[in-house]
Every structure is written in C-alpha cells, then in structure tokens.
C-alpha cells in the first residue's frame, strides 16, 4: 500500500497529465470555436508542428507509463484513458504527416493536405 504523500504525487501528475493534454487540445481552432474563443491563428499544417505534436504525445504516453493507475479515482483514471487515446495519435502525427493529416486536430483525417476531402471535412464540422 502506498504512503499517503505518494498517492498524493501520483495524483498531482495525473492531474498535470490532463492539463498538458487539455492545453494540447486548446491549440485547435475547433476547440477554440466550441468554447467560443475566436481562434487566434490558423492550423499550423507543417511538419515541423506535426513534430512537435508527436514529441508531445510521446511526452504524455511516457508520463501515463510510469503512473500508478490503481491507486487514481475511478473518474480520473478514465480520463486518462482518454488522454491516452489522444495522445497516442498525437505520437504519431510525424509518422503520418505524408498519408493522412488532421487538420482541425480533432481525429478527423484527411488523405494527403491539399485534397478536397479534408476541406470538405472541415466545412462538415
């Protein structure tokens, strides 16, 4: 059984986890116009933030790995299941830059950057 100061860490880091996640997601202009903040740029569709998504996501998955899920509330360990999920794709988001993107950074992908499939995706949204 863990001391209390340790459960009391291990629940300070996965609630770090859920911000940093939750800032990460902030940073869509999708996001931004369901909380009815107007978007302050464009989506960066560069590799190079695809990039630092990916290091992003990596960063979270490591984070997730070293935590102890057993000894979380029942409601914060499922939102870290969901922040798993996300940043599991965002891991990837380098790998995947030349095949499939997601411009509006929700999990809606589009074939290739310039096609109309994703532009017509975004006017769907």
């Known amino acids: 059984m863990q001391s209390q100061s340790n459960q009391s860490g291990t629940l300070r880091e996965a609630v770090r986890i859920v911000e940093v996640a939750w800032e990460e997601l902030q940073r869509s202009p999708y996001v931004q116009l369901r909380m009815c903040i107007?978007?302050?740029?464009?989506?960066?569709?560069?590799?190079?933030?695809?990039?630092?998504?990916?290091?992003?996501?990596?960063?979270?998955?490591?984070s997730l790995n070293a935590?102890?899920?057993?000894?979380?509330?029942h409601d914060l360990a499922l939102t870290l299941r969901l922040v798993r999920f996300r940043a599991q794709i965002w891991s990837r988001a380098a790998d995947w830059y030349w095949t499939a993107f997601d411009p509006l950074?929700?999990?809606?992908?589009g074939l290739f950057l310039p096609t109309a499939y994703v532009r017509l995706v975004g006017r769907m949204q």
């Open 105 to 109: 950074g929700i999990g809606s992908f």
């Open 67 to 73: 935590l102890d899920h057993a000894t979380l509330p």
């Open 38 to 62: 107007p978007p302050a740029r464009l989506p960066d569709v560069s590799f190079a933030e695809s990039e630092r998504r990916s290091k992003v996501g990596c960063s979270l998955l490591n």
